[in-house]
């Protein structure tokens, strides 16, 4: 019985390659043309013999066909119930290797956005967001400034989920008990300490009706816009970025615009 469980455990991953075919509909013949559209030399004897169980699937095997189906390698090292736990147990905590770029991304900014209140006729609202690590989890503080000298906090996380170039700041409000969701984008490669970024934000109680208003915000970190004269000029200039007609998509292009449009001002 060891030895049958074994065996299982070594062929994993060519059971899991073959049910993916399986599953796709895809031939070995089709396997074998995509891996040579890619650039990845396999033979067919190796790939019958990798499908058949008669030898363990190589790791330059595992990445070819991976590439060639452009599936993650988890698909065929993990089960779907490994994949699901280790997503969920990975969601607030990082795992060590992604701690190096998420450090680019700490420290203090500060954030703009126009007002979710009807009545205040797309006014600028001003506050900070602060990030934070401890052991392997990031946190988030958020300040807000409504106008009315009263400032709102939130605290929270700021998560990076690996699967999806995507991170995610989420931050509750003790008092109200209203929650707030920020996705701006991601890259693992880029570990340079993060200078601006726009953001997508779900308020889940804005205004006096208190519903769900989704808008834009600026991100930009603490310490760019130090002069009165120039924090009047970016906000004046962000007004009309923050207005432009410009969808709820987050894109690179997007990102770059906000970083020269406060290049142009700080030179000034």
């Known amino acids: ?13 060519n059971m899991a390659l073959k049910k993916y075919l399986e599953d796709h509909h895809i031939s070995q ?3 074998l043309r995509l891996c040579k559209k890619k650039g990845r030399s396999v033979s067919q004897g190796n790939l019958s013999k990798v499908l058949s169980g008669q030898k363990k699937i190589s790791v330059e095997e595992c990445m070819a066909f991976c590439k060639a189906l452009d599936i993650s390698a988890d698909m065929l090292l993990f089960s779907d ?69 009263v400032t709102k906090k939130y605290k929270g996380f700021f998560v990076v989920y690996p699967y999806f170039p995507t991170a995610y700041i989420m931050v509750k409000n003790k008092e109200s008990g209203e929650i707030c969701m920020m996705a701006l984008r991601y890259r693992a490669f880029n570990v340079e300490n993060m200078f601006c970024r726009m953001a ?6 804005a205004g006096e009706k208190k519903q769900p208003i989704a808008h834009r915000m600026i991100l930009v970190r603490k310490g760019q816009i130090a002069e009165n004269a120039v924090y009047e ?36």
């Not at 001003?126 to 990031?138: A, E, I, M, P, R």
């Not at 997508?200 to 109680?205: D, H, I, M, R």
Request: hydrophobic share 35%; glycine share 6%.
């Open 81 to 149: 119930s490994d994949r699901s736990k280790r997503r969920s147990e990975g969601f607030f905590s990082l795992p060590e290797e992604m701690l190096p770029a998420v450090s680019g991304m700490l420290g203090e900014y500060e954030i703009l956005y126009v007002s979710t209140a009807a009545e205040e006729e797309g006014s600028l609202i001003d506050g900070s967001l602060k990030l934070y690590q401890k052991n392997q989890s990031v946190y988030a503080q958020v300040e807000i400034h409504t106008g009315h000298s």
């Open 1 to 13: 019985m060891e030895n049958m469980a074994s065996d299982n455990d070594a062929f994993r991953v």
């Open 200 to 205: 997508l934000c779900l308020t889940t109680s």
């Open 233 to 268: 000029k970016w906000k004046k200039d962000a007004s009309s970025f923050l207005k432009e007609d410009k969808g709820f998509q987050l894109e690179r292009e997007e990102d770059m615009a906000l970083f020269q449009m406060l290049r142009k001002i700080k030179e000034k």
């Open 29 to 31: 013949a089709d396997l």
